[in-house]
């Protein structure tokens, strides 16, 4: 079975595409919700975190891993990063794929979240936490713009999250007094839903949900992400008919530590295979 960025036999399976480990929480999911389709993800743990990255970077960065994930057979790649999603998504659609894999597509997080929650907010109050490239990109803003003109979004920055769930610290004292820090803004402006706008935040999800209170719908943004996933095949049979169908999930990453691995087997709640590789 080759590895160096050529097809294998194994083709056509769903990829998942993040910057380090958040992207497992829709790898979760997606595994709860559509169980008989094997995953091909891919973390590019050595140059994470994308956040405090250039656009141009990021784009790069971005391409590069969804290429690669092609090459190995996949059909369908999610890009599991709000960054990445934000800062590089439109462009891959509109111009990278055309001219590279036409038949193939490529999907993100942002969307189907911003729906969710411009369908359930009470009072039209939503809140936004993210990386420092997802908030300076206002991606959410503008979404939830077109979804509902009248919407308030307030966002905040949470620079510090990613590095904590990736070194394992979701759970040091210190961690839930930084969360209250970043959270503090979203609950004086009194927001009454909140998107976790990093696919590492679902990890933090129960110490979130205590600090914004009952009054503030969190929404599940890795369940929302793979129930629209679930909801895109069966409108799309062209695309779900190409799936293979099987238990063999590949994990791939770019850097490999043993505090990855057993953090990525903590969160998913299976032992894995990690396969490391190098994009450049």
Same mark, same amino acid.
């Given at each position: 079975?080759?590895r160096?960025?050529?097809a294998?036999?194994?083709?056509?399976?769903i990829?998942?595409?993040?910057?380090?480990?958040?992207?497992?929480?829709?790898v979760?999911?997606?595994?709860?919700t559509l169980?008989?389709?094997?995953?091909?993800?891919?973390?590019?743990?050595a140059r994470?975190p994308?956040?405090?990255?250039?656009?141009a970077?990021?784009?790069?960065?971005t391409?590069?891993?969804?290429?690669?994930l092609?090459?190995?057979?996949?059909?369908?790649v999610?890009?599991?990063?709000?960054?990445?999603?934000?800062?590089?998504?439109?462009?891959?659609?509109?111009?990278?794929?055309?001219?590279?894999?036409?038949?193939?597509?490529?999907?993100g997080?942002i969307?189907p979240?911003?729906?969710?929650?411009?369908?359930?907010?009470?009072f039209g109050?939503?809140?936004?936490?993210?990386?420092?490239?997802?908030?300076?990109?206002e991606?959410y803003?503008?979404e939830?713009?077109?979804?509902?003109?009248?919407?308030?979004?307030?966002?905040?920055?949470?620079?510090?999250l990613?590095?904590?769930?990736? !070194?394992?610290? %979701? *759970?040091?004292r210190e961690? =839930?007094?930084? $969360?209250?820090?970043y959270?503090?803004?979203?609950k004086?402006?009194k927001?009454?839903?909140?998107i976790?706008g990093?696919t590492?935040?679902p990890?933090?999800?129960?110490?979130?949900?205590?600090?914004?209170?009952?009054?503030?719908?969190?929404l599940?943004?890795?369940?929302?992400?793979?129930?629209?996933?679930?909801?895109?095949l069966?409108?799309?049979?062209?695309?779900?008919?190409?799936?293979?169908?099987?238990?063999?999930?590949?994990?791939?990453?770019?850097?490999s530590?043993?505090r990855?691995? !057993?953090?990525? %087997? *903590?969160?998913?709640g299976? =032992?894995?295979? $990690?396969?490391k590789?190098?994009?450049?």
């Amino acid at each position: 079975m080759e590895r160096n960025g050529r097809a294998d036999k194994i083709k056509f399976m769903i990829g998942i595409f993040d910057s380090g480990i958040g992207g497992l929480t829709v790898v979760k999911e997606v595994l709860k919700t559509l169980p008989d389709y094997q995953i091909l993800y891919l973390g590019d743990t050595a140059r994470l975190p994308y956040g405090n990255r250039s656009q141009a970077l990021i784009y790069k960065f971005t391409v590069q891993a969804v290429d690669y994930l092609f090459k190995q057979g996949c059909q369908l790649v999610i890009i599991a990063c709000n960054t990445a999603s934000s800062e590089a998504l439109r462009k891959i659609q509109q111009e990278w794929l055309p001219k590279n894999y036409p038949d193939r597509r490529v999907l993100g997080v942002i969307r189907p979240v911003v729906e969710e929650a411009a369908k359930v907010s009470r009072f039209g109050r939503v809140g936004v936490i993210g990386t420092r490239g997802t908030i300076s990109s206002e991606s959410y803003i503008k979404e939830l713009k077109n979804q509902k003109q009248d919407v308030i979004v307030s966002q905040a920055a949470c620079p510090l999250l990613v590095p904590i769930v990736e !070194e394992g610290m %979701q *759970n040091r004292r210190e961690t =839930k007094m930084i $969360l209250r820090n970043y959270l503090r803004p979203l609950k004086l402006k009194k927001v009454d839903t909140l998107i976790m706008g990093c696919t590492h935040y679902p990890i933090l999800q129960k110490k979130i949900k205590s600090i914004m209170g009952k009054s503030c719908n969190v929404l599940d943004t890795s369940a929302i992400v793979a129930e629209s996933l679930k909801d895109y095949l069966n409108r799309h049979t062209e695309i779900e008919s190409k799936l293979v169908k099987g238990k063999e999930h590949r994990y791939i990453v770019t850097d490999s530590t043993d505090r990855f691995k !057993e953090n990525a %087997q *903590n969160w998913l709640g299976q =032992k894995i295979k $990690l396969e490391k590789i190098d994009l450049e």
